[in-house]
């Protein structure tokens, strides 16, 4: 694979920003972006901000429909590195971890996980019921990374923006990619907060 490449997918789950903020990060590090989101997300995108559809589309190198079930992203033999699903709905979760790939982006989750790459889902729900939960240990038993976007206040945000930031920065280092901007405790971080105590 001559370019990283990395599958977006953003499900209708509160956190919108997440997935914008994702492509955004992605883009910094120069990974070529496949952007597929489901129906529901749109609705989600509106309520929650201020951006268009053609605004997030426009932060992807490639955009995919969610019906087209036969795009590049549908196939194993496409090399990716793997995806993310930021935010990750339960209704997404579930047809994840039954295997049912009704539309492009549970159809490419499916395609990460038969060809053992790396996925993360950012699920997003609050509070959990046994199905959720059961779900989540099988999507972990199939090989994905369960995330949820829990702030990071260690790391000291001042704006929300610094806290989704820092959430999809951290799924992101779990493809394997580090972004420069994320600060890691017992690097960075820790000397920083010891500056702070000792003032």
């Not at 509160?14 to 994702?22: D, L, M, P, S």
């Not at 993310?84 to 049912?100: F, K, N, Q, Y």
């Not at 509070?127 to 779900?135: A, E, S, T």
């Not at 829990?150 to 790391?155: R, T």
């Amino acid at each position: 694979m001559s370019k990283r490449r990395i599958i977006v997918g953003i499900s209708g789950a509160t956190g919108f920003q997440y997935g914008v903020k994702a492509l955004q990060l992605l883009r910094e590090m120069d990974v070529e972006t496949h952007l597929v989101m489901s129906k529901a997300a749109g609705l989600t995108r509106q309520h929650e901000t201020a951006f268009n559809r053609q605004e997030v589309e426009s932060l992807a190198d490639v955009v995919y429909p969610t019906g087209a079930v036969g795009a590049a992203i549908a196939s194993g033999s496409f090399q990716t590195m793997g995806m993310i699903v930021a935010p990750c709905s339960m209704r997404t979760l579930g047809a994840i971890a039954s295997g049912i790939t009704d539309n492009l982006l549970t159809r490419a989750a499916d395609v990460v996980l038969k060809e053992r790459r790396r996925l993360v889902l950012m699920v997003r729900e609050t509070p959990l019921h046994l199905g959720h939960i059961r779900n989540m240990a099988t999507v972990t038993e199939y090989g994905a990374i369960v995330f949820p976007p829990v702030p990071s206040l260690y790391a000291g945000p001042q704006t929300i923006d610094e806290m989704i930031s820092h959430s999809a920065a951290r799924a992101i280092g779990l493809l394997g990619l580090d972004h420069p901007s994320l600060p890691r405790w017992g690097e960075t971080l820790a000397a920083t907060l010891a500056e702070g105590a000792q003032a």
